[in-house]
């Protein structure tokens, strides 16, 4: 007996000796650990989005769902959630129509600013007059295309 009380005192120190190691590892291996979590929430982030999809969707599909129930017609009345699940979708299909079709013609403008840019920067360096030739687009790319001595025509 008295042999296996000395070992009952050091299964402590050993468990806090253990516990120790364990952190000291994890600390030694945060990089690795970092990396793990990340690639974990790369998978789950399709996951999440869709919940988070969801969670902002539901409150308008009850309300598009009564009032396809207050309708007289029998078969929307009977597929109320139906009919608004899909205008639901209707709806945020066509918001993000919209947005792309918002960015590009920004995008746009923002390329067009850009040749201009360049456009006036090469008229100037071609240019001989100290007239701003730069006021409109087509007096800069026609002092572009004619160059300091050259003519359209020719």
Not at 8 to 21: D, N, R
Not at 39 to 54: A, K, M
Not at 105 to 127: G, H, M, P, Q
Request: net charge negative; aromatic share 12%; glycine share 2%.
């Amino acid at each position: 007996m008295k042999n296996n009380e000395k070992w009952t005192k050091w299964i402590p120190f050993i468990l806090i000796a253990i516990f120790l190691m364990f952190v000291y590892k994890t600390i030694d291996n945060i990089p690795l650990i970092g990396e793990a979590l990340a690639r974990f929430l790369h998978i789950l982030s399709p996951f999440l989005y869709g919940i988070l999809i969801v969670y902002f969707l539901y409150i308008p599909c009850i309300k598009l769902e009564s009032l396809f129930k207050k309708s007289k017609n029998k078969v929307i009345k009977e597929k109320a959630r139906l009919f608004s699940v899909l205008t639901l979708y209707l709806i945020v299909l066509l918001i993000i129509l919209f947005v792309r079709c918002m960015k590009e013609r920004t995008e746009l403008d923002i390329s067009n600013t850009k040749y201009n840019y360049f456009i006036c920067s090469v008229a100037e360096d071609y240019d001989d007059d100290d007239d701003d030739e730069c006021e409109n687009a087509s007096s800069v790319t026609t002092a572009v295309l004619t160059g300091p001595n050259l003519q359209l025509g020719d």
